[in-house]
């Protein structure tokens, strides 16, 4: 089969997208299919990472670039700002269509498969057929082969590791308040800054908020990713595509909710079985975050717990899933 994935990355949607769209063409490519990787916005930071070399990528002005598509082609779409007249476009060019639902920008009829991974999404109105849950989650391959290496929330809690991940936009607003509130923390002697952006950038916005220093270390596009999110006793990150990689290798994490819908996807009772959740859309309450960072460093009975339930929740086996799915309902 062909397969032409449409996402795209920005400074205000992420890299998310297009970093679980590179997880399912991985997974494609393995099993013999030829895969398109099609985009009209890419930032430029951190994206080569996420490029496959057996993948066409092809930039193009918009999705009303898209031409007829052969007949044993399937189109994907994880883009959940199409217009209506740009989704009538690819109904009339693609002889299927797969759509990955984050709860918004639904397409106005039915689609071949909608894939949605939050626990308790309504999407029964879209799609012909529907792949729900957390069990759908993609998971990069170089993140998930450490999730069952021994992890160290529970070792030396006299000094502690702290990762933080969040995405570009809020590296200049919420990640030098996240900072600061973890520099008062004395059991926390070490925080890493996991991030795709140059450490000239995020040392920038730490300057400009006069964030200490000492027990900070910046890791720009580190090549032992996954290690570094797996050897640390917990994490802080922003409720996108990392928050689950962080729940796959089972590290306890308090999730920073940026964006509505992360939070429609975060509604389950499961998920708040797996991690701390924190709605910072408005503002950043410095005094819920303090509670969570406390509960985490004070709680080894919450650590444990969290740990086991995000590993029982998210296995990483997704994209095997979903492509499994397609290979038997497609054509």
């Known amino acids: 089969m062909i397969f032409y994935i449409y996402a795209n990355s920005s400074s205000k949607i992420g890299l998310g997208h297009v970093v679980r769209q590179d997880v399912l063409a991985r997974e494609l490519i393995k099993r013999g299919h030829l895969v398109?990787?099609?985009?009209?916005?890419?930032?430029?930071?951190g994206c080569n990472s996420f490029k496959t070399s057996e993948v066409n990528y092809q930039k193009i002005d918009g999705i009303f670039a898209l031409q007829n598509m052969p007949l044993n082609s399937v189109l994907i779409i994880d883009d959940y700002e199409l217009t209506e007249s740009q989704w009538q476009h690819c109904y009339k060019v693609a002889p299927s269509l797969v759509f990955f639902d984050d709860g918004v920008g639904r397409p106005p009829k039915p689609v071949d498969l909608v894939v949605n991974m939050s626990e308790e999404a309504n999407i029964r109105a879209i799609g012909k057929v529907n792949l729900n849950g957390a069990k759908f989650?993609?998971?990069?391959?170089?993140?998930?082969?450490?999730?069952?290496?021994?992890?160290?929330?529970d070792e030396g809690l006299s000094e502690l590791t702290v990762t933080v991940m969040l995405g570009a936009n809020d590296v200049m607003g919420?990640?030098?308040?996240?900072?600061?509130?973890?520099?008062?923390?004395?059991?926390i002697k070490n925080i890493k800054?996991?991030?795709?952006?140059?450490?000239?950038?995020?040392?920038e916005s730490f300057s400009q908020s006069k964030v200490n220093l000492d027990k900070i270390q910046v890791l720009s596009n580190s090549m032992s990713l996954g290690k570094e999110m797996k050897s640390c006793h917990?994490?802080?990150?922003a409720a996108g595509g990392a928050l689950y990689e962080y729940l796959c290798l089972g590290v306890p994490t308090i999730a920073l909710i940026v964006a509505d819908n992360q939070a429609s996807?975060?509604?389950?009772?499961?998920?708040?079985?797996?991690?701390?959740?924190?709605?910072?859309?408005?503002?950043l309450n410095k005094s819920i975050l303090n509670a969570a960072v406390n509960r985490l460093v004070k709680n080894k009975t919450d650590r444990k717990n969290f740990?086991?339930?995000?590993?029982?929740?998210?296995?990483?086996?997704?994209a095997k899933r979903i492509v499994n799915h397609i290979e038997l309902n497609i054509s």
């Open 174 to 187: 919420l990640l030098p308040d996240v900072c600061n509130l973890l520099n008062e923390c004395d059991q």
């Open 193 to 203: 800054i996991l991030t795709v952006l140059s450490k000239s950038i995020v040392h």
């Open 137 to 153: 989650r993609l998971i990069r391959d170089e993140i998930k082969q450490y999730n069952r290496l021994p992890f160290c929330h």
């Open 234 to 237: 917990f994490a802080i990150c």
């Open 307 to 318: 740990s086991k339930s995000s590993q029982l929740l998210f296995d990483g086996l997704g």
């Open 36 to 45: 398109n990787f099609v985009y009209s916005a890419r930032v430029s930071e």
């Open 265 to 283: 996807a975060l509604s389950s009772k499961n998920m708040n079985d797996s991690c701390i959740l924190v709605d910072v859309r408005e503002i």
